[in-house]
Structures are given as structure tokens and as C-alpha cells.
């Protein structure tokens, strides 16, 4: 093994082939820094490229991409709260708070290093356990993967912060959400409004670039301030250091969330956008002084990019050792591998186990030089934050829309976006925890499916089977310390009814509002088959129940705040008057929806360059000189790389539909 890793090691390290490596991890870091663009979307570029390429220097290239997109990604977390990808969702939370108290430099540095950490753990685990793991492997069937699914909802306590009542809720209603559609067993369409678009169910991009990203540029449009406020905003090499100090400091935390996050990815079935809240709520749960989490931690942004880039190599080992890929991208790559002739099973382990290892060291390779480039680069990327909204706004508004449309291509993606987006800074601005929202949304309709397989299967019986049961001792120790915090708060405010009175503010008009909708739900789902009951009306009781609670507690009790922590809210940052936040908020929003309108009639790229030169000059007094090139700059990037490289295809808008009968009428070709 060892002289086989040695002679793959020496493959890699060829000028050429290394050169390859490199040009990879480029576009991974491009691709990663695009909201809404993954992994899947550079596999299915790269692929073609290789059909004359020798297997190591393929796979240098298709992993040399898909190893630091995860690096990359959380960038724009950073600096805008726009999560480039799903996985880096969690790191929105403390990365974005810490860019706004001028400390980006040092999240970045934090987060280059754990990710470079966390790549390293993955490819050592990979090295060392392809030989061993295929027996665990194995062993793990739908109610292991159920157990792990149940493991990952339990977070939700934790990310819940300081509302519990309100995280639930919240929790509960993204199952509800994730319930949208056909998938339940036996095709059932289940709460779709006869609406075409939710028939396959809502998409994740918009979803997410709902509620985290909107309101984060809502609030930059309300304020007008820049990201990095004040006069802290350091973005010297020296911040970039005292980050990877950060992570020097907390190696073991890294080490811990690195091995989680190998495990996870390395189950059929987890994916990303799990891997990342289990770790960020692990490392809340699990280490001193949690109060701090949500509020600029630095812990917040070492845990899940340590768990996100650790994946790959955990991902990696279902896809050599049995041909089962771990998630659509290790799919792609697992196709990569029949064009060259390979056939993952035993052959890897044994006939081309050189393959292999030159895998462990492009996945390894790949992640060292990235954090290299990315450390070089971040004290620039770090000026961004510094930028003024009025030019900033625009553009970052546009590319989140091209990656919200992205979804499934359709015309709701762009619904769902403005509509999440209005969902996502209510809750901001009410303290409701957005996290526990998005987490119930990724994991309901996973649980869902592997609940009705294991009870088939097994009936019952599942739950005692030796892996479950450790898993729910698990679960047990994560609610235990939440679930006890939030009883005894419950209960004191409860015995506070008869001697306490509060006038209904904002927020306790919300909670009935939330309650109607999930009366109505219930009212719809009771008509549906059986099977298709069980999860959502399971999900409804939950959010009714917590809702209850909580418009009780926000009526009579001292009120819950979720604080900047766990992404609930972060603070304005500046004094306005109510009035003054609501108007702005309502013009950002109006700009969206103008925007959705322009695309409908004249087309998504001239609406992107309309956009931009409008929104700056009507909606902040910029010069007409600085709109337009602004408006050419972007309308040419997305030109070329969404249209050009990516080939999108876009919606059809009214002058698109008229366009060729006005040619074809004036004798025009």
C-alpha cells in the first residue's frame, strides 16, 4: 500500500499532470465563488475534457475542481450572507457577523485554514480506510440512514439559541415545506395549490437564497452602510494570520467536526447541506461558552468548513469501494471512471490501486493549493467588503437571482425567491432563528423516505436495531441540556399568565398568522391517503403546538430574542426609525419585483444591465458615466459565463416571443 501510495504520489508531481491539478482547482474556486453554482455543474463542464486525458490526470482535473468549491463558496458567505453553495449555509451565521465588525480578514483566514484542515483529515481517513471500511458500509441500511436523519433534525434545538419555542416552530414548518409536491409514497400531491411549479416540490436554492441572502442585502439596503462597518474593517495579512492562529488554537475542535464530517459523507443519502448544521451544532453543543455562537464566533466558521471540505474524502469511499455514489457530483465521477475503464468494487483496492491513491492526492493536493491561492488572495477579497452599497447592491442582487433561477429553471424559482425573501426578514426582524427553518426543509423529505422504507422493511422493529439505538443516545445527549431549558422557561412563563399582561406587538401578531396557515394545512393534508398523512400532519402538530406556546409566551411572558446567534437576527447596526426601516425595506423588494417584471418582458440579460443602471441612479443618485459601465460590466460577466460557458437556458420574456415575428414581418433575418 505504502509503495503504491509513493509511486501514485510521483504521478501526481509530474509538471504537466500537476499543471492540470492546478487549472482545476482555478475553476472549483471560480465555480464555488457564483451563488447557487456546485459541484455538479463543474463535473459536467470538465468531463468532455478529459475523454483523451490518461485516468490520473482526469481525475487531477475533475477533482482538482470539486475539492475547494467548498473552499470558495463561503466567500460570498462572508462577505455578502450569500451562501455560495447549500453546504455553506451555517457559516453565513458567524462569518457574515464577523464581516460586519470589519473582522472578514480573520474569518477568512479561519476559514481557508480549517477547510485546508479539514480536506487533509478527509484524505488521510480515505487513505486509511478504503481497505476497511466495506464491511461497515455494508452494514448500514435505511434505518441507520433514518437514525443519522434523526440526528441532524435534533440540531435544531441547539440552533434554536435563545428561542426554542420559536426554532421549533420554525423547524416544523420546513419539514411542512419540504413535504410540497408528489413525493410522498404513492404519488399523493400534497398541499400544491393546483400550481404547476410545486409539483416536484419547492427548490433548495431559492429556498436558501430566500432566507438567508435577501434579507442580509435588504438590511445593507436599509442601512446604506458597507458590509464592514465602521472603522475596524482590517484586512491585512495580519488578520488573515491571527485566523489561522484561531484554528491552531481549536485544532481539536477541528480534528472532531473533520471526523464528523468524514463519517457523514462517506453515508449514501447525507448530504451537504446536513453535514454543515450537524457540525455547527455540534461544536455549540459541545463546546465552553456557546453563548457567543451567532454573534461573530470564530468557532461558528471553523466547525462546518472543517466538516464541508473533510466530505469529499468521505464521500470518495462509497463511490471506489462499491460503485455507490455518495452524492450527484461522486455520481458524475463515478461515470468519469467507466469512460477510463475502471470499475469501482474490489478492482480499485486491488488491479488499480495506483488509481486510487492518485486520487487520495489530487483530493489532497488540491485542497493545499487551494488554501494557498485563497489565503493569497483573501486580503482582496477582503476590500470588498468596504465597497458602498450603491455600487455593490446591484450587482451582488443580480447574480442572486441568475443562481436562484439555477433551481429548476422556471419561472417560480424567481417567485419563491422574492416570496422567501419577504419570509426570511420578517423573522430577521422579529428574532425568529432561521437556521432551524432551513435545516427542517433539507431533512424532512429525506426523513420521510427512509422512515416509510425502514417501516416497511422492518415494521417497528427498526428502532432496535444496535446502530439506532446508539445514534438515539446521541439525540438524547444533544436535547437533553436544550430540551430542559426551554421546559423550565415555558413553564415559568406559564405560571406568569394570571399576574403579567402584554400588549400584542408585531411579533405576536406573526405567531397567528403562522398558526392559520398551519390550521389550513392540517384542513388539506386530512383528506389525503394514509401514508401520505403520517410525516406532514406529524410536522403541523409540532408547529402548532410550539406556535401555541409561543404566542402565549410572547402575549404574557418576558419575549425570547434569538439574537444576532444562530442567524435569527443581526443587529441594524445603525438607529432608524421604524418608519424609515419598513420603506426601505418595501423599495428593496418593490426593486426586486421590477426586476421579475423587466425579465418577463424584455429578457434576463437586458433586464440584468436595465437593472443595474436604474437601481443605481434612481434608487441612490449614482452618476449615469458610473451606472452604465457598471450595468455593461455585469450584463458582459453574466453574458459570458452563464449564456457562453454554461449555456443556460433562459425564460422566455414577451419581446423574446415578438422579436422573431417583428423580423420575420419587417424582412429582417
Request: charged share 10%; net charge neutral.
Amino acid at each position: 500500500m505504502f509503495s503504491m501510495a509513493w509511486h501514485a504520489l510521483g504521478l501526481m508531481m509530474e509538471p504537466m499532470r500537476l499543471a492540470v491539478l492546478c487549472l482545476g482547482v482555478l475553476i472549483g474556486l471560480a465555480i464555488g465563488v457564483l451563488p447557487g453554482l456546485s459541484g455538479i455543474v463543474g463535473m459536467a463542464l470538465l468531463i468532455p475534457f478529459t475523454y483523451n486525458m490518461d485516468a490520473p490526470t482526469s481525475f487531477a482535473l475533475l477533482l482538482g475542481m470539486a475539492a475547494v468549491i467548498t473552499s470558495s463558496d463561503f466567500i460570498t458567505a462572508i462577505l455578502f450572507g450569500v451562501p455560495g453553495h447549500v453546504g455553506a449555509a451555517a457559516t453565513v451565521i458567524d462569518g457574515h457577523a464577523m464581516a460586519q465588525k470589519g473582522e472578514a480578514g480573520r474569518a477568512f483566514g479561519a476559514g481557508f485554514a480549517a477547510s485546508l484542515m479539514g480536506g487533509l483529515v478527509g484524505a488521510v481517513v480515505l487513505f486509511l480506510s478504503i481497505p476497511v471500511l466495506r464491511p461497515v458500509l455494508l452494514s448500514v441500511g435505511s434505518p441507520e440512514l433514518l437514525g443519522f436523519t434523526i440526528f441532524g433534525m435534533s440540531m435544531v434545538a441547539t440552533l434554536s439559541g435563545k428561542a426554542p419555542l420559536k426554532g421549533l416552530t420554525a423547524a416544523a414548518v420546513g419539514v411542512m415545506l419540504s413535504m410540497v409536491g408528489d413525493k410522498a409514497p404513492g404519488g399523493t400531491l400534497r398541499w400544491t395549490f393546483d400550481t404547476e411549479y410545486l409539483y416536484d416540490g419547492l427548490s433548495l436554492i431559492p429556498f436558501t437564497l430566500g432566507i438567508f441572502a435577501l434579507p442580509e442585502l435588504a438590511e445593507m439596503s436599509v442601512n446604506r452602510l458597507t458590509i464592514a462597518r465602521g472603522e475596524a474593517a482590517e484586512i491585512g495579512l495580519s488578520s488573515q494570520w491571527q485566523g489561522v492562529r484561531d484554528v491552531g488554537r481549536h485544532w481539536w475542535l477541528v480534528v472532531r467536526c473533520s471526523l464528523l464530517g468524514t463519517g457523514l459523507g462517506a453515508i449514501p443519502g447525507i448530504g451537504s447541506a446536513v453535514i454543515d448544521w450537524i457540525a455547527y451544532g455540534y461544536a455549540q453543543r459541545s463546546e465552553k461558552n456557546p453563548e457567543t455562537f451567532g454573534t461573530g464566533d470564530v468557532r461558528g466558521v471553523i466547525a462546518p468548513e472543517a466538516s464541508n471540505n473533510a466530505k469529499e474524502g468521505g464521500h470518495l469511499v462509497p463511490t471506489l469501494a462499491f460503485g455507490v455514489p455518495a452524492g450527484a457530483s461522486m455520481a458524475l465521477l463515478l461515470g468519469a471512471l467507466l469512460i477510463h475503464g475502471l470499475t469501482p468494487g474490489p478492482e480499485m483496492l486491488t488491479k488499480h490501486l495506483d488509481i486510487t491513491y492518485t486520487i487520495v492526492w489530487s483530493l489532497t493536493l488540491a485542497h493545499v493549493i487551494g488554501a494557498v491561492i485563497c489565503l493569497l488572495g483573501s486580503k482582496w477579497l477582503a476590500r470588498i467588503a468596504r465597497i458602498p452599497p450603491d455600487i455593490l447592491l446591484p450587482v451582488v442582487l443580480c447574480l442572486v437571482l441568475v443562481a436562484a433561477y439555477q433551481g429548476t429553471h422556471d419561472w417560480g424559482d424567481l417567485y419563491a425567491l422574492i416570496g422567501f425573501g419577504i419570509v426570511g426578514w420578517i423573522m430577521k426582524q422579529l428574532d425568529w432563528p432561521r437556521p432551524p427553518l432551513v435545516l427542517g426543509f433539507v431533512v424532512g423529505e429525506t426523513f420521510e423516505r427512509y422512515l416509510f422504507i425502514s417501516t416497511q422493511l422492518y415494521g417497528w422493529q427498526w428502532i432496535l436495531r444496535p446502530v439506532v439505538i446508539v445514534i438515539f443516545v446521541g439525540v438524547g445527549w444533544a436535547l437533553y441540556a436544550p430540551m430542559k431549558r426551554m421546559a423550565r422557561n415555558v413553564f415559568g412563563q406559564i405560571r406568569r399568565v394570571s399576574r403579567t399582561r402584554r400588549e400584542f406587538s408585531a411579533g405576536a401578531l406573526f405567531t397567528p398568522a403562522i398558526i392559520l396557515a398551519i390550521l389550513g394545512a392540517i384542513g388539506m393534508a386530512w383528506q389525503w391517503p394514509r401514508p401520505a398523512q403520517l410525516v406532514p400532519l406529524t410536522a403541523c402538530g409540532v408547529a402548532l403546538l410550539m406556535a401555541c406556546l409561543n404566542l402565549v409566551n410572547e402575549v404574557f411572558g418576558a419575549p425570547e430574542a434569538a439574537g444576532a446567534a444562530h442567524g435569527g437576527a443581526v443587529a441594524m447596526g445603525c438607529d432608524l426609525p421604524n418608519r424609515v426601516v419598513q420603506t426601505r425595506a418595501a423599495g428593496f423588494f418593490a426593486w426586486m419585483v421590477g426586476f421579475v417584471a423587466l425579465v418577463a418582458v424584455i429578457g434576463f440579460l437586458p433586464a440584468i444591465v436595465v437593472f443595474v443602471i436604474a437601481n443605481m441612479t434612481l434608487g441612490y443618485g449614482k452618476r449615469w458615466s458610473t451606472a452604465v459601465l457598471s450595468g455593461a460590466g455585469v450584463g458582459l460577466f453574466c453574458w459570458l459565463v452563464f449564456h457562453v460557458l454554461l449555456q443556460v437556458i433562459w425564460p422566455e420574456s414577451l419581446l423574446g416571443d415578438w422579436l422573431p415575428t417583428w423580423r420575420a414581418a419587417s424582412g429582417f433575418i
